[in-house]
């Protein structure tokens, strides 16, 4: 015998490839980090396939894709080079995931607690956010540089937190 379907209290969402495609904003930056080190572009499906696990290792990745790896001090200095670079490029290409906007409506209106929990930085996150009308709808949002565990499925070390895992619920 099955039992009755019961409504979760609180959902979690990944942002790039979830609610947003930020894909080509993200390869845009990556791109122009390169060319500034005179290295060649990277495809927009080869950058896909290194999202996943922070900034720093994006870059660490692209560098390695071109030909070009970086380690330690160099790796630092190519990173806070792409700060600017990637700030620069969060809305311009990025796309909502089609149904997101409806889905959160139907969430909210059912009473279920929602949050944002995302490897890019918390404010690049929100701007995202801001930019596509959704943050109404979210009682969390938690960027990669708000927490000490980097992954490439950011909620599962995010919940581990007692006190997001409230601020959700008890909202």
Known sequence: MSRPFRSPKAILFDLDGTL?????????????????????????????????????????????????????????????????????????????????REVLTHFHLSGIAMGVVTNKPQLAAREILLHFGLTEHLGAIVGGDAVTCLNRRPTLCCWRSTSFRSSLVTR
């Open 20 to 100: 947003v495609d930020s894909a080509p904003d993200i390869t845009a930056a990556v791109n122009e980090l390169l060319a500034g080190r005179d290295l060649p572009p990277l495809r927009l499906e080869q950058v896909k396939a290194m999202i996943g696990g922070g900034v720093r290792k994006l870059v660490e990745r692209a560098f390695a894709a071109s030909g070009a790896p970086l380690l330690g001090s160099a790796l630092d200095e190519a990173n806070r080079a792409m700060a600017p670079i990637y700030r620069r490029h969060l809305t311009g290409l990025t796309t909502l995931m089609p149904g997101v």
